[in-house]
């Protein structure tokens, strides 16, 4: 998959309303940040942020009056790069073959805020309040005319970057000839309060890569690109190399080694076919800690080798801020800016390299004047989590080393490991049983005093539910059991609709009713949705490829990204996990979830002698008569399994007519006719589970329209002579 390429691209943030104006105040130096109006910043010792400046919130709030400002800002930066990329698609029209990855830290946290207020203030929460943080993914492909394939990701700071990986899959499979690519966060009194309490937040300037660095400040925006293969295209950028991976180490520390960071780039230059004497510049992650800078240089230097100090390595986010789940992409766009002007913005407030980050170049305090044809960039999260992109001029010529995705290479399933209220194992029992995956009132109390000790090794001081399930069905499915695959080669895709809903609930009602300093930073970074993923990779040392999908969507995408690395050679086993625990207090009243998780282990290869896969190979008895991928029925766009689909698209004594996706994995076929029998496929139908995701206080200024959710709406509250903001309580 070399010849993907940007067509397109859009950006607002603390900087500007454009990719042009943002860029051009990067290289006059400047700074996005400024003090936060959107919550009271009295309690927290940093009271400045990179908060989107007052004109352009103004036009985002008047543009679109009833939207969250995360979704706001992701229709205008992908409206943006649409027009770019030269998008004919009309207003009220959509493009079957256009799809959407959106990328994000927090998801839309204004409305989630606003819906967990009213569950506060009220006792209750109504599905219309939950609606805006629920539906945002179908929200945003309506608006923007994605009828195509769509998915949201969560790999925390990394974000942005690593659902370029998703929407390369997406074009190599002919899924979609154009995927928009949105990575965005806003600020919210949740975020900010959970970031400040891991101290990660400084009190000083950010200074990159400086011996007085001590911490990071988070920025809010949005960063779109238009990522196409199609013939013919206008390309900014070609993008021959993307890679994602976890340091399988621990939660909120980098390894000293800076290993993850290494071989996720390595991996990234690998896919381009290119080693590390061809990069000319580096975009570092940068984040201006203490752990983060010095690691990651101690990286640069392992992978550059002596060349490292002849580099130029941009640290951007001294100028726009840590713009969390949107800032791998904002970066990739002003790197992409960078080598189309030769202008590469500097990195301001650096004084005084600290010794630990030498022999770094990184432009300290002016713009420098460079041409140069290809980059790499470098972006990490909490969590463990890595991405990287290899970045060249479009004219320049890519060695395709690599051989395309064989998208008809069979994939086995060795094992599935699940825990589900009252049904606890392993095996393919469990697609005899598609009950066990249907909710039942009261069943989720069977998991009630589940505890995952019993199945891991290591000591948790503190586990959200999502997490249990998911590291006791891990251990089920054979994860700790890996063989001689070594760690890199052994990846997790998972998927979540909700994440860590009780852990990120629990959080903030301390925040909203004991204040923002007796809120738990132990709690916090167990509230995101990429938790339970990340705590897998960690668990059983899988540091190869990674990615965690992220609310309501076709959970077809997290098995995609499993697959896909498996027939493009990059991994030699993947697990794909699906987790959620019901907090009812979270979710709508009488909205109906199963607590559990399900984890499948697949292997690129058959099980070796003396050992049998789950199901075996298909190829003996299957039909011949299989559609190709450019011809097979595509996923549907509302939240069912593509075997769903394919259920209702097969004729019943046809053949099999699987999307491609499926037709390679090892399922069992009727001896007689050589298809998948009909209960199987109503049974990998539910093999699923039901997902969702789940806000601060948000400030109504004086003669601005209410901004409040639709519940609070239809009240009539009082507001305040001085400020005009709703008295909520």
Not at 255 to 268: C, I, P
Not at 463 to 478: R, V, Y
Not at 558 to 576: C, N, P
Not at 599 to 612: D, E, I, N, S
Request: net charge positive; glycine share 8%.
């Amino acid at each position: 998959m070399n010849n993907a390429c940007i067509s397109g691209m859009g950006l607002v943030c603390c900087l500007g309303s454009s990719v042009n104006e943002v860029y051009q105040h990067m290289c006059a130096g400047d700074a996005g940040f400024r003090l936060i109006d959107r919550f009271e910043p009295a309690p927290y010792a940093q009271k400045m942020a990179g908060q989107l400046p007052p004109d352009v919130e103004a036009k985002l709030r008047g543009d679109f009056p009833d939207e969250d400002i995360a979704a706001a800002m992701i229709k205008y930066a992908g409206a943006q790069a649409l027009a770019q990329a030269g998008s004919t698609t009309k207003a009220g029209q959509s493009d079957r073959r256009l799809g959407l990855v959106l990328a994000t830290n927090f998801g839309p946290m204004e409305s989630l805020e606003w819906a967990w207020r009213e569950r506060l203030d009220t006792q209750s929460l109504d599905d219309a309040s939950f609606a805006p943080f629920d539906d945002i993914i179908q929200n945003a492909a309506t608006a923007l005319g994605c009828s195509g394939p769509h998915a949201q990701i969560s790999m925390s700071c990394a974000s942005g970057a690593a659902a370029l990986a998703v929407a390369r899959d997406m074009l190599a499979a002919g899924r979609a000839d154009r995927v928009l690519v949105v990575a965005y966060d806003a600020l919210s009194e949740f975020c900010w309060c959970g970031l400040s309490n891991l101290r990660t937040i400084t009190t000083d300037l950010m200074r990159p890569f400086d011996k007085r660095r001590s911490g990071t400040i988070f920025s809010e925006g949005a960063a779109a690109v238009v990522l196409t293969t199609a013939p013919g295209t206008t390309a900014l950028a070609s993008l021959p190399g993307i890679a994602t991976n976890n340091n399988a180490f621990h939660m909120t520390a980098p390894s000293k080694d800076a290993d993850g960071s290494r071989l996720v780039m390595a991996a990234a230059l690998h896919a381009a076919g290119m080693t590390p004497d061809a990069i000319e510049h580096i975009c570092a992650h940068a984040t201006s800690t203490s752990a983060n800078d010095s690691t990651e240089a101690a990286a640069l230097r392992n992978l550059f080798g002596a060349r490292f100090a002849t580099l130029t390595t941009a640290a951007h986010k001294s100028q726009l801020g840590h713009l969390m789940g949107a800032a791998g992409l904002a970066e990739a766009i002003i790197t992409v800016m960078a080598m189309q002007h030769g202008v590469i913005p500097p990195t301001i407030n650096h004084e005084q390299i600290d010794p630990a980050c030498e022999p770094v170049n990184c432009l300290p305090r002016k713009a420098v004047t460079k041409q140069f044809k290809t980059a790499i960039t470098n972006s990490a999260g909490i969590g463990g989590n890595n991405a990287a992109l290899v970045i060249c001029s479009p004219n320049l010529p890519v060695a395709d080393t690599l051989p395309a995705l064989d998208t008809q290479r069979n994939v086995y399933v060795r094992q599935i490991g699940w825990v589900l209220p009252g049904h606890i194992g392993k095996g393919g029992e469990i697609l005899e049983h598609p009950e066990w995956l249907q909710w039942q009132d009261g069943r989720n109390q069977l998991l009630a005093d589940f505890s995952a000790k019993p199945y891991i090794s290591s000591v948790k001081g503190y586990l959200d539910p999502a997490g249990a399930f998911l590291l006791a069905a891990m251990t089920l499915a054979g994860a700790g059991d890996p063989g001689d695959i070594p760690p890199a080669r052994r990846g997790i895709s998972s998927l979540s609709r909700y994440g860590a809903l009780g852990s990120a609930f629990a959080f903030f009602t301390q925040l909203a009713e004991k204040g923002p300093r007796l809120a738990s930073p132990l709690i916090f970074p167990h509230g995101y949705a990429n938790t339970a993923g990340n705590l897998a990779a960690i668990e059983f040392n899988c540091a190869g490829p990674h990615m965690v999908f992220y609310g309501r969507q076709n959970p077809h995408e997290a098995l995609a990204f499993a697959i896909a690395r498996l027939q493009d050679g990059s991994a030699d086993e993947m697990f794909t996990a699906f987790y959620e625990s019901a907090v009812p207090a979270a979710l709508p009243d009488g909205r109906s979830l199963l607590s559990g998780g399900v984890a499948v282990r697949l292997a690129a290869t058959p099980a070796p002698a003396g050992q049998q896969d789950l199901f075996p190979s298909p190829r003996q008895n299957c039909s011949t008569d299989r559609p190709t991928p450019a011809t097979a029925p595509s996923p549907p766009s509302h939240f069912s399994s593509a075997a769903d689909h394919a259920r209702n698209a097969a004729p019943r004594n046809g053949p099999s007519r699987l999307p491609p996706l499926y037709r390679r994995l090892e399922l069992p076929r009727s001896g007689k006719t050589g298809r998948l029998p009909q209960k199987n496929l109503r049974n990998l139908r539910n093999l699923r589970i039901k997902i969702l995701f789940a806000p601060s206080r948000l400030r109504v200024r004086k003669n601005e329209p209410s901004r409040l959710p639709p519940l609070y709406r239809r009240l009539e509250l009082p507001r305040s002579g001085k400020t005009g903001r709703h008295n909520l309580r």
